[in-house]
């Protein structure tokens, strides 16, 4: 079963492509089904619960009446809070801000939380602000075949993180959830970062399904706490975003990587 799964989308007209491509070709469930062999089947998946999933994406999928699961960050709930990667590139620029966000994905949890408060308390700038998806708006998504479901509550890379940090977000995360009416027990790994103790965790607070973000389709009988996903966006272009529903993408582009290095 192939799983697609998207993050900001922030051309509404580019995404009706991509679902008029998917609607045509496509049968478009609501749930991951294990050991579905056809081909044909897809899920559509969106992480970080991104305002513009609201403004872009979701009438979209109302349009063609199509389903679709929103992973959300529970502490971003009806704030002004940006995403701490936003916050990283807006307090230390665009570029040198990216190169960081990737190196702090790979520090233990307590460390990017201290460099986060410290670059907050030091700079110069206003704090930013972002405006994130009121409970409203989710309600509104939920009723019309959206499912809205578990990324966390703070966004910690779970492979980087203590049991203790770990239980403290799923306990947060599943009483948010669960206390406004959404779905606790569907997560996706923030930035797909599995790691055995992280499942550990998840199956302890009963999580059924669990989502990667490893480009990869699924064949056969999977593990429901390791379901991977291709990653695309709005600015995929169509003959890309085909070429990676077929499979072959993921097949090209270790390929194409280890060509560049030998370049250099």
Not at 86 to 102: Q, T
């Amino acid at each position: 079963m192939i799983v697609l799964t998207y993050h900001k989308i922030l051309s509404s007209s580019a995404f009706e492509k991509q679902i008029q491509y998917l609607y045509k070709k496509y049968n478009i469930g609501l749930k991951f089904e294990n050991g579905n062999k056809r081909e044909q089947q897809l899920l559509i998946t969106a992480d970080d619960g991104d305002p513009s999933f609201y403004e872009n994406a979701f009438p979209v999928l109302k349009k063609y009446n199509l389903p679709a699961i929103l992973f959300v960050v529970t502490n971003l709930i009806n704030t002004q809070t940006p995403f701490w990667w936003d916050e990283v590139e807006y307090y230390l620029g665009k570029e040198a801000g990216n190169n960081k966000v990737w190196e702090i994905k790979s520090w233990p949890n307590n460390k990017r939380e201290s460099f986060l408060s410290e670059l907050r308390r030091t700079s110069n700038k206003t704090p930013l602000e972002y405006k994130q998806l009121t409970t409203a708006q989710l309600k509104e998504m939920q009723e019309a075949g959206i499912i809205i479901a578990n990324h966390s509550h703070t966004h910690p890379m779970f492979d980087q993180c203590s049991r203790d940090e770990l239980d403290k977000e799923m306990e947060h995360s599943i009483k948010i959830l669960e206390n406004l009416g959404f779905t606790s027990d569907i997560f996706a790994y923030p930035n797909g970062n599995f790691s055995p103790v992280a499942e550990s965790i998840l199956e302890k607070y009963g999580i059924k399904q669990a989502y990667l973000f490893d480009h990869k389709i699924n064949k056969g009988e999977v593990n429901l706490l390791r379901i991977s996903r291709l990653v695309v966006n709005d600015t995929t272009p169509l003959w890309k975003f085909k070429l990676i529903l077929s499979g072959w993408h993921t097949k090209i582009l270790p390929i194409t990587k280890a060509l560049g290095k030998l370049r250099k």
